[in-house]
């Protein structure tokens, strides 16, 4: 059987903990700055746990994470 291959925008995007949580970034904060204020872009540059419902999805993106698959 071949190899599966892992998703490269997916492999950029997020970032899996040691212990198996998927990170991402917050939306918000690539333009119109300006108008936004100083706590707001703060807080937009944390990183923030994938969803339940999102987790499965990003996991196909990346066959050979090392995290547990939820059900």
Known sequence: MPKMKTHRSGAKRYKITAGGK???RKAGKGHLLQHKSASRK???S???EVS???RNL???E???AKCRKSN
């Open 62 to 64: 990346l066959p050979y």
């Open 42 to 44: 703060r807080k937009l």
């Open 58 to 60: 990003v996991l196909k």
């Open 52 to 54: 339940d419902t999102h």
């Open 46 to 48: 944390s990183m923030i």
């Open 22 to 24: 998927i990170l991402r």
